[in-house]
């Protein structure tokens, strides 16, 4: 080993002038303006996305221009005016834009509003009344991963409406049933995120903090013969390194059955990017520098990438216990589908490919840990969507009861399923901070996001549909190979989730799903948005198109015909309660005048169709038993009920009784959960909504939520937070029927009144009443607990997989064009009509659907993880992995049909996952009728569309 | 190297910039810094000292000097997209920087830096070639002057040399009747890089093709002529048939990899298409020119 070589620093003071003021400050030459923001000035209003210009999140002003403050050195920003997010404000207040931008829904996780702001503000002080065309190019630059673009533009174009007093627009859709529910009420933490003062986990920096940084396997697949750490232990500023034999021998993972990963590799590498070791040190640079310092010594194996190759005799094995790389088989045969196919006039088979997509949100992962009560209780912050998973996890690992762990979820930036698990993040930082006795911190790059990996599987699909000449369904069969990686993660649940989610929509008498979930030495794929459904949705609704045409019936009869309604038990023994499929495919044709256009369009134009739906909250906890340290339990059989509740509140009233404070763990990703739960609450209590205050962000404080993963916060910690006001409201009513001497029961909530029923009574303020409530007996504070129904589904083997309390579905139709020369595909227009139940808050709805719509059409035709043939990924980051950009995303137009869901909270369901489910079949129906020709491998590339055109031609 | 290991230098003037790349060994010029920093952060270079132009007066603006347009290495991909010299002599040039990068990006990035930087897909040489632009490079002890085609080696290689930089971009104003074009396909409408891309330029005497060239981008090492196609409309009428003939020695002419963003054959192909719309579109700006001019 060479002697350690300390790089020289080069330093130098600079005067930098942001937001007016004037900071003297010591930077190092290679500073970037970003890192000195935030860093130094604490200014983590300007976020950290990508690093590399990408993504626009870091955007500031430089003498009023926008810029990636990522690519600008602050050595060169001497002399010039820096403004950012917390400078933009006017007199203390927000700046029109920023009202705008909350007030009409333009935010969602928070993470890009920032950059999205100020390069909103440059264009309307250069360019007050900007076109929608001029607004889309100027913020083109700024990617937004939730909200599907539309909002922000319209935000833009209306933001003088703000320049003197806040005026609300109005909202579309607007229920009038309730006081709260059914309202576009802003959200709850819109002002936070738009003034930038949001702390998501990487703003936070607690004092004497240590920084981690992994050391990742540069070879797909080998055996670590030997690690020296010497050279990197001597660096100066290093506290510790970790290698596997470090970290504690217990596996973890997401599916219980398949625990099968590390903290950090023992033996194997499986993966490039697979964790080896970890560096913790004074600052990110230098455990940077003590990365290259680390000499590690591998013997390599051969190493297999396609998932077919994997299950061959002579394959290279990933896992010992994974006979032929096969990590879960499953067979599911409902009925007959021999004699289902036997019945059939038109019998069509299809091979399908899907893609490796990435979830991609802007914030990347970031984790800090230290240990309070004299290193007794580890406080973990993470951003993740499932912060009770990632509690039971770490206790798992770190081996001590749950009770001894602190998890805290600062706001996150956007999620998709790729926060849904734990991170060798929290793992790692949990068990330095417990080493080293200080806070350790630990954030992703991008290009660490993607070797994290835990995108959608790719999988290799056959379909084959049996119709009756009428276009009815007689059977459907399905084998689908599903590449997962080098671990298991989700990936079990996920090759459940590609065919229990088939029969949801349409009667299918007789089906049968043979699905393969195989191991390939890449980073382990997991749940996205849709959770192993979309892929094999976008094959079966493209093969019913096709099958549709060739009997001459229209793609939205053959639909009509095979829908399912309400209160049906479907063939994998779901039960459905409340449906309105069949009301989103009317209303969907009757919006885009569908007749006047299938099949009546000049070439280069199309049209297509698209359906689905999904889960809303899956009607089992990932683990079985109760919430007890893994290893304290005995193996629990599966019970056909959840075991604890999975989604709990506490409502507990000021002693002032003016506010409401609102305390439940579910995660507020972006998608609203926040907003929504308080709206519940308050409709619930009878008060407005400014009276609740919601806190999610704290283990120790919110009673258990299992978090947002398969759409559950609105029905599950909707029910509970209902329950939990409703406890609080028979306390308030009690204690005043007491004091008047009447019944509970003649007493209601009007207008934050507690008045007697029928009018023309006694009436006492709502606030007045709490007071009093307080003031006799101590705390008023309700509780709610929401278990989902007992014995859903099945009793075959996988049969858990899918259940749920209720169903969300949905139809899209999209119009697009295609240059018949280059391939190039312009989606013009989407419409979709979801049936989510009650929407509690319309424009989050429409927000969640926007959102699924222009992330399921990236999907389908740009977004694509590539691998060379050493396994290593090609694009890992936004430059060169494609998602849309402002100028790429559609018009969209997104209703909802009258629902109402019995076992939802005021009715409500899913949307944030459901409506992702149509647009891939929708944007790939809409090619083929614009090009004559089907593309069945996603994604439906220029090159992939022009090649089978020419093919056609032969 | 990490980006925060660099030394950096902020000369005042030229001449204190060109001693400096005399006097430092792996220093790299940096004009916008959108490329270079990218390359550092993801540890493609190795650098140790960057020498940052952004105080250099000399290097910035746009000079309409009567028979040519001078544009400084600074000058950035904002201000080609806005400058009204530019608009009104080469509009395919704006055309190039308009298409480019996004907002943020557009207000750093400059264009001695994307010529320089030599990225077989960069947006600003195919027009700039198309129009005859050369280039000045200067070093503390000489300074030369050559073609835009002739500054182009390779990938990410150029002819300058380490103690040189490209100081302007010179292009003459384009004859009467002369129309110049461009062209690019990408995978999606803004932040993209070209998959591929074609300038043409055509001057047109008596209604026959009196000059024509072809310039492909993203499609070969560097930006490069295609010569058949060019020779192929001399003397003639144009037309679509004209058009599609040059378009096909085009396309042979392409010598395309394949990678992430496109295989061989989709990038011939679009070459065919481009070449054809490019040719169009040159032919249009042509006529409109002539039109004026009478």
């Given at each position: 080993?060479?002697?350690?070589?300390?790089?020289?620093?080069?330093?130098r003071?600079?005067?930098?002038?942001?937001?007016?003021?004037?900071?003297p400050?010591?930077?190092?030459?290679?500073?970037?303006?970003?890192?000195?923001?935030?860093?130094?000035?604490?200014?983590?209003?300007?976020?950290?996305?990508?690093?590399?210009?990408?993504?626009?999140?870091?955007?500031?002003?430089?003498?009023?221009?926008?810029?990636?403050?990522?690519?600008?050195?602050?050595?060169?920003?001497?002399?010039?005016?820096?403004?950012?997010?917390?400078?933009?404000?006017?007199?203390?207040?927000?700046?029109?834009?920023?009202?705008?931008?909350?007030?009409?829904?333009?935010?969602?996780?928070?993470?890009?509003?920032?950059?999205?702001?100020?390069?909103?503000?440059?264009l309307?002080?250069?360019?007050?009344?900007?076109?929608?065309?001029?607004?889309?190019?100027?913020?083109?630059?700024?990617?937004?991963?939730?909200?599907?673009?539309?909002?922000?533009?319209?935000?833009?174009?209306?933001?003088?409406?703000?320049?003197?007093?806040?005026?609300?627009?109005?909202?579309?859709?607007?229920?009038?049933?309730?006081?709260?529910?059914?309202r576009?009420?802003?959200?709850?933490?819109?002002?936070?995120?738009?003034?930038?003062?949001?702390?998501y986990?990487?703003?936070?920096?607690?004092?004497?903090?240590?920084?981690?940084?992994?050391?990742?396997?540069?070879?797909?697949?080998?055996?670590?013969?030997?690690?020296?750490?010497?050279?990197?232990?001597?660096?100066?500023?290093?506290?510790?390194?970790?290698?596997g034999k470090?970290?504690?021998?217990?596996?973890?993972?997401?599916?219980?059955?398949?625990y099968?990963?590390?903290?950090?590799?023992?033996?194997?590498?499986?993966?490039?990017?697979?964790?080896?070791?970890?560096?913790?040190?004074?600052?990110?640079?230098?455990?940077?520098?003590?990365l290259?310092?680390?000499d590690?010594?591998?013997?390599?194996?051969?190493a297999?990438?396609?998932?077919?190759?994997?299950?061959?005799?002579?394959?290279?094995?990933?896992h010992?216990?994974?006979?032929n790389?096969?990590?879960?088989?499953v067979?599911?045969?409902?009925?007959?589908?021999?004699?289902?196919?036997?019945?059939?006039?038109?019998?069509?088979?299809?091979?399908?490919?899907?893609?490796?997509?990435?979830?991609?949100?802007?914030?990347?992962?970031?984790?800090i840990?230290?240990?309070?009560?004299?290193?007794?209780?580890?406080?973990?912050?993470?951003?993740?969507?499932?912060?009770?998973?990632?509690h039971?996890?770490?206790?798992?690992?770190?081996?001590?009861?749950?009770?001894?762990?602190?998890v805290?979820?600062?706001?996150?930036?956007g999620?998709?399923?790729?926060?849904?698990?734990?991170t060798?993040?929290?793992?790692?930082?949990a068990?330095?901070?417990?080493?080293?006795?200080?806070?350790?911190k630990?954030?992703?790059t991008?290009?660490?996001?993607?070797?994290?990996?835990?995108?959608?599987?790719?999988?290799h699909?056959?379909?084959?549909?049996g119709?009756?000449?009428?276009?009815?369904?007689?059977?459907?069969?399905?084998?689908?190979?599903?590449?997962?990686?080098?671990?298991?993660?989700?990936?079990?649940?996920?090759?459940?989730?590609?065919?229990?989610?088939?029969?949801?929509?349409?009667?299918?008498?007789?089906?049968?799903?043979?699905?393969?979930?195989?191991?390939?030495?890449k980073?382990?794929?997991?749940?996205?948005?849709?959770?192993?459904?979309?892929?094999?949705?976008?094959?079966f609704?493209?093969?019913?198109?096709?099958?549709?045409?060739?009997?001459?019936?229209?793609?939205?009869?053959?639909?009509?015909?095979?829908?399912?309604?309400?209160?049906?038990r479907?063939?994998?023994?779901?039960?459905?309660?409340?449906?309105e499929?069949?009301?989103?495919?009317?209303?969907?044709?009757?919006?885009?005048?569908?007749?006047?256009?299938?099949?009546?369009?000049?070439?280069?134009?199309?049209?297509?169709?698209?359906c689905?739906g999904?889960?809303s909250?899956?009607?089992?906890?990932?683990?079985?038993?109760?919430?007890?340290?893994?290893?304290?339990k005995?193996?629990?059989?599966?019970?056909?009920?959840?075991?604890?509740?999975?989604?709990?509140?506490?409502?507990?009233?000021?002693?002032?009784?003016?506010?409401?404070?609102?305390?439940?763990?579910?995660?507020?990703?972006?998608?609203?959960?926040s907003?929504?739960?308080?709206?519940?609450?308050?409709?619930?209590l009878?008060?407005?909504?400014?009276?609740?205050r919601?806190?999610?962000?704290?283990?120790?404080?919110?009673?258990?939520?299992?978090?947002?993963?398969?759409?559950?916060?609105?029905?599950?910690?909707?029910?509970?937070?209902?329950?939990?006001?409703?406890?609080?409201?028979?306390?308030?009513?009690?204690?005043?029927?007491?004091?008047?001497?009447?019944?509970?029961e003649?007493?209601?909530?009007?207008?934050?009144?507690?008045?007697?029923?029928?009018?023309?009574?006694?009436?006492?303020?709502?606030?007045?009443?709490?007071r009093?409530?307080?003031?006799?007996n101590?705390?008023?504070?309700?509780?709610?607990?929401?278990?989902?129904?007992?014995?859903?589904?099945?009793?075959?083997?996988?049969?858990?997989?899918?259940?749920?309390?209720?169903?969300?579905f949905?139809?899209?139709?999209?119009?697009c064009?295609?240059?018949?020369?280059?391939?190039?595909?312009?989606?013009?227009?989407?419409?979709?009509?979801?049936d989510?139940?009650?929407?509690?808050?319309?424009?989050?709805?429409?927000?969640?659907?926007?959102?699924?719509?222009?992330?399921?059409?990236?999907?389908?035709?740009?977004?694509?993880?590539?691998?060379?043939?050493?396994?290593?990924?090609?694009?890992?980051?936004?430059?060169?992995?494609?998602?849309?950009?402002?100028?790429?995303?559609?018009?969209?137009?997104?209703?909802?049909?009258?629902?109402?869901?019995?076992?939802?909270?005021?009715?409500?369901?899913?949307v944030?996952?459901?409506?992702t489910?149509?647009?891939?079949?929708?944007?790939?129906?809409?090619?083929a009728?614009?090009?004559?020709?089907?593309?069945?491998?996603?994604?439906?590339?220029?090159?992939?569309?022009?090649k089978?055109?020419?093919?056609?031609?032969? | 190297?990490?980006?925060?290991?660099?030394?950096?230098?902020?000369?005042?003037?030229?001449?204190?910039?060109?001693?400096?790349?005399?006097?430092?060994?792996?220093?790299?010029?940096?004009?916008?810094?959108?490329?270079?920093?990218?390359?550092?952060?993801?540890?493609?270079?190795?650098?140790?000292?960057?020498?940052?132009?952004?105080?250099?007066?000399?290097?910035?603006?746009?000079?309409?000097?009567?028979?040519?347009?001078?544009?400084?290495?600074?000058?950035?991909?904002?201000?080609?997209?806005?400058?009204?010299?530019?608009?009104?002599?080469?509009?395919?040039?704006?055309?190039?920087?308009?298409?480019?990068?996004?907002?943020?990006?557009?207000?750093?990035?400059t264009?001695?830096?994307?010529?320089s930087?030599?990225?077989?897909?960069?947006?600003?040489?195919?027009?700039?070639?198309?129009?005859?632009?050369?280039?000045?490079?200067?070093?503390?002890?000489?300074?030369?002057?050559?073609?835009?085609?002739?500054?182009?080696?390779?990938?990410?290689?150029?002819?300058?040399?380490?103690?040189?930089?490209?100081?302007?971009?010179?292009?003459?104003?384009?004859?009467?009747?002369?129309?110049?074009?461009?062209?690019?396909?990408?995978?999606?409408?803004?932040?993209?890089?070209?998959?591929?891309?074609?300038?043409?330029?055509?001057?047109l005497?008596?209604g026959?093709?009196?000059?024509?060239?072809?310039?492909?981008?993203a499609?070969a090492?560097?930006?490069?002529?295609?010569n058949?196609?060019s020779?192929?409309l001399?003397?003639?009428?144009?037309?679509?048939?004209?058009?599609?003939?040059?378009a096909?020695?085009?396309?042979?002419?392409?010598?395309?990899?394949?990678?992430?963003?496109?295989?061989?054959?989709?990038?011939?192909?679009?070459?065919?298409?481009?070449?054809?719309?490019?040719?169009?579109?040159?032919l249009?700006?042509?006529?409109?020119?002539?039109?004026?001019?009478?």
């Open positions: 080993m060479s002697p350690v070589e300390i790089p020289r620093d080069f330093h003071l600079i005067v930098l002038k942001v937001n007016g003021e004037s900071y400050l010591a930077v190092r030459d290679g500073d970037t303006l970003l890192d000195v923001l935030r860093d130094k000035l604490r200014l983590t209003g300007t976020k950290k996305g990508c690093d590399l210009g990408a993504c626009g999140a870091c955007t500031v002003l430089l003498d009023g221009e926008p810029r990636n403050s990522c690519l600008i050195l602050a050595a060169a920003c001497e002399g010039k005016e820096i403004t950012t997010i917390e400078g933009i404000g006017k007199d203390g207040g927000l700046h029109p834009v920023q009202r705008a931008f909350v007030n009409h829904g333009a935010i969602q996780c928070g993470f890009c509003t920032s950059g999205m702001v100020m390069s909103a503000v440059a309307v002080e250069r360019n007050p009344d900007p076109t929608a065309a001029e607004i889309r190019e100027a913020l083109s630059g700024n990617l937004c991963r939730c909200t599907g673009y539309g909002r922000i533009v319209e935000a833009v174009k209306n933001w003088k409406r703000y320049e003197s007093a806040d005026q609300p627009p109005e909202h579309r859709g607007d229920l009038k049933k309730h006081d709260v529910v059914g576009s009420v802003p959200r709850v933490d819109a002002v936070e995120k738009v003034t930038g003062r949001a702390k986990a990487a703003d936070l920096y607690l004092q004497n903090l240590l920084h981690g940084k992994i050391l990742h396997s540069p070879i797909p697949h080998g055996v670590i013969k030997k690690i020296d750490t010497s050279a990197a232990e001597a660096l100066p500023g290093v506290k510790l390194v970790l290698t470090d970290v504690p021998d217990i596996t973890y993972g997401v599916s219980p059955a398949r099968d990963e590390h903290v950090l590799a023992k033996e194997k590498v499986r993966h490039v990017g697979d964790e080896v070791a970890a560096v913790f040190a004074v600052d990110e640079v230098t455990a940077e520098r003590a290259d310092l680390i590690v010594e591998y013997e390599e194996l051969p297999v990438f396609d998932p077919v190759e994997a299950t061959k005799e002579g394959a290279p094995v990933i010992e216990k994974s006979k790389n096969i990590n879960t088989v067979d599911h045969h409902f009925g007959d589908v021999d004699k289902g196919f036997a019945e059939a006039d038109l019998v069509w088979e299809e091979e399908f490919v899907g893609n490796h997509v990435y979830q991609s949100p802007i914030e990347p992962h970031a984790s840990a230290h240990w309070e009560d004299d290193g007794h209780t580890l406080v973990l912050y993470s951003s993740t969507q499932v912060p009770h998973y990632v039971y996890m770490v206790a798992r690992v770190l081996d001590i009861p749950l009770g001894r762990i602190r805290m979820r600062p706001p996150v930036g999620g998709f399923g790729v926060k849904a698990a734990t060798p993040l929290d793992l790692l930082t068990l330095a901070s417990q080493k080293l006795g200080r806070p350790v630990m954030v992703y991008r290009k660490e996001m993607y070797l994290y990996g835990r995108g959608r599987h790719k999988q699909m056959r379909f084959r549909i119709l009756t000449k009428e276009g009815r369904i007689t059977a459907v069969q399905s084998r689908i190979f599903l590449d997962g990686g080098a671990y298991t993660s989700f990936g079990v649940i996920t090759a459940y989730y590609a065919g229990s989610m088939i029969p949801t929509l349409y009667y299918i008498p007789n089906y049968r799903y043979e699905g393969f979930r195989v191991m390939t030495n980073p382990a794929c997991g749940a996205m948005r849709g959770h192993g459904a979309p892929q094999p949705r976008f094959a609704e493209c093969l019913l198109n096709m099958m549709a045409d060739e009997l001459g019936i229209d793609p939205v009869e053959i639909r009509l015909l095979n829908a399912i309604d309400a209160n049906t479907t063939r994998n023994e779901l039960d459905v309660r409340s449906c499929f069949k009301a989103t495919l009317t209303e969907v044709a009757r919006e885009t005048r569908w007749k006047e256009k299938y099949g009546k369009l000049p070439p280069g134009h199309g049209i297509g169709i698209g689905g999904f889960v909250g899956a009607g089992y906890a990932i683990y079985r038993g109760q919430v007890q340290r893994s290893s304290e005995t193996p629990h059989p599966f019970v056909k009920r959840a075991v604890f509740p999975h989604a709990n509140a506490i409502v507990k009233v000021s002693e002032d009784g003016t506010a409401v404070v609102l305390l439940i763990l579910a995660a507020e990703i972006g998608q609203g959960s907003t929504v739960l308080s709206q519940l609450c308050a409709e619930a009878g008060v407005s909504l400014k009276r609740v919601i806190r999610t962000e704290d283990s120790d404080i919110c009673p258990l939520d299992l978090g947002a993963y398969s759409s559950r916060t609105t029905l599950m910690g909707g029910n509970a937070v209902v329950r939990a006001a409703k406890d609080v409201l028979k306390k308030l009513l009690g204690s005043v029927s007491e004091l008047w001497g009447c019944s509970p003649a007493l209601e909530v009007k207008d934050e009144q507690i008045v007697e029923k029928g009018g023309e009574g006694r009436a006492m303020a709502w606030a007045e009443a709490a009093k409530y307080f003031n006799d101590g705390p008023l504070v309700g509780t709610g607990w929401y278990k989902p129904p007992e014995g859903l589904g099945g009793d075959y083997k996988g049969a858990a997989v899918g259940t749920s309390p209720a169903f969300s949905g139809s899209s139709v999209c119009e064009s295609v240059d018949l020369e280059t391939g190039k595909v312009r989606i013009e227009r989407f419409t979709d009509y979801h989510c139940g009650t929407p509690v808050n319309p424009q989050a709805v429409h927000g969640q659907v926007e959102g699924a719509v222009v992330m399921g059409a990236g999907e389908t035709i740009m977004e694509e993880v590539v691998y060379d043939e050493k396994g290593n990924i090609l694009n890992p980051d936004l430059h060169h992995y494609l998602i849309m950009t402002m100028k790429d995303a559609p018009e969209i137009m997104s209703g909802v049909v009258d629902s109402y869901e019995p076992e939802g909270p005021y009715g409500a369901k899913e944030g996952e459901g409506a489910l149509p647009v891939l079949a929708a944007v790939a129906h809409a090619i009728n614009a090009t004559g020709v089907w593309v069945k491998e996603l994604p439906i590339t220029p090159e992939r569309i022009l089978a055109m020419r093919a056609t031609e032969g | 190297m990490k980006l925060v290991d660099v030394r950096f230098h902020a000369p005042r003037g030229l001449e204190e910039a060109l001693a400096l790349l005399e006097g430092l060994k792996d220093a790299r010029v940096m004009a916008g810094g959108t490329d270079l920093l990218v390359d550092i952060k993801q540890g493609l270079r190795e650098v140790r000292d960057i020498v940052s132009l952004h105080r250099i007066a000399e290097l910035k603006g746009i000079e309409d000097e009567g028979d040519r347009l001078r544009i400084g290495a600074l000058v950035t991909v904002r201000e080609l997209a806005s400058n009204a010299a530019v608009a009104k002599h080469i509009p395919a040039l704006a055309d190039a920087a308009r298409s480019m990068a996004s907002e943020q990006i557009r207000s750093i990035a264009i001695g830096g994307n010529i930087s030599a990225v077989p897909s960069a947006d600003l040489p195919p027009p700039l070639i198309a129009a005859d632009a050369g280039v000045e490079l200067e070093s503390s002890r000489s300074a030369r002057r050559m073609s835009l085609l002739e500054f182009f080696t390779g990938p990410r290689e150029t002819v300058c040399l380490a103690t040189e930089l490209l100081r302007s971009v010179v292009i003459p104003l384009p004859p009467p009747n002369t129309g110049i074009s461009y062209f690019r396909f990408t995978l999606r409408e803004a932040s993209a890089l070209a998959v591929a891309s074609v300038a043409c330029r055509i001057t005497k008596s026959v093709v009196d000059r024509a060239t072809v310039v492909l981008g499609v090492p560097t930006p490069i002529l295609a058949k196609a020779r192929s001399l003397g003639k009428n144009p037309s679509a048939e004209l058009f599609r003939e040059a096909s020695h085009a396309k042979e002419e392409a010598k395309p990899i394949s990678d992430i963003r496109g295989c061989v054959w989709h990038r011939k192909e679009l070459v065919h298409v481009l070449t054809q719309r490019a040719l169009a579109e040159a249009e700006r042509a006529l409109g020119k002539a039109e004026v001019a009478e």
